[in-house]
């Protein structure tokens, strides 16, 4: 079952994540939109002046800019994904993992690029289902 999933390394060992409508209802709980989380897991946000407007170009673009990957993003999220991986079945392995991210014994940006694929792989998935289910194909507008 751990095959498709991605992975992420904590304090040197190896654990599966999944993104599944679990883990996507607690990050709208708690970052209001997927594009939200995703975001700032990415180390992306909107640029904005001094006055704390946001910045578009002459044609009216939003701009973004860089920035490090959220460690209160991955704090909250990581978890679930873990846990949606584990099950039942690994409970020590999973208490294992919590300790590691609770002493931050993970790469920051490693650990945010995983948990970003694994989202997008969650979205491709589910929206492949519904594809194939419904008899439906993907048109471009």
């Known amino acids: 079952m751990t095959g498709h999933m991605k992975t992420v390394t904590l304090a040197g060992k190896e654990y599966p994540i999944r993104c599944n409508i679990n883990v996507l209802m607690e990050v709208q709980e708690q970052f209001d939109t997927v594009p939200n989380f995703e975001m700032m897991i990415t180390g992306v946000k909107l640029a904005q002046d001094a006055a704390g407007n946001t910045i578009t170009d002459a044609d009216g673009n939003l701009i973004f800019k860089r920035c490090d990957p959220s460690l209160k993003a991955i704090a909250a999220i990581l978890p679930c994904m873990l846990a ?22 993970f790469d920051l940006y490693d650990t945010a690029l995983r948990m970003g694929e694994e989202l997008a792989k969650c979205f491709a998935r589910k929206n492949a289902s519904s594809a194939k289910g419904t008899g439906e194909t993907e048109t471009k507008k």
């Not at 949606?84 to 991210?101: C, P, Y």
Request: glycine share 4%; net charge negative; hydrophobic share 35%.
């Open 84 to 105: 949606e991986a584990a099950g039942n079945s690994r409970k020590r392995e999973l208490n294992e993992a919590l300790d590691a991210i609770q002493n931050v014994e």
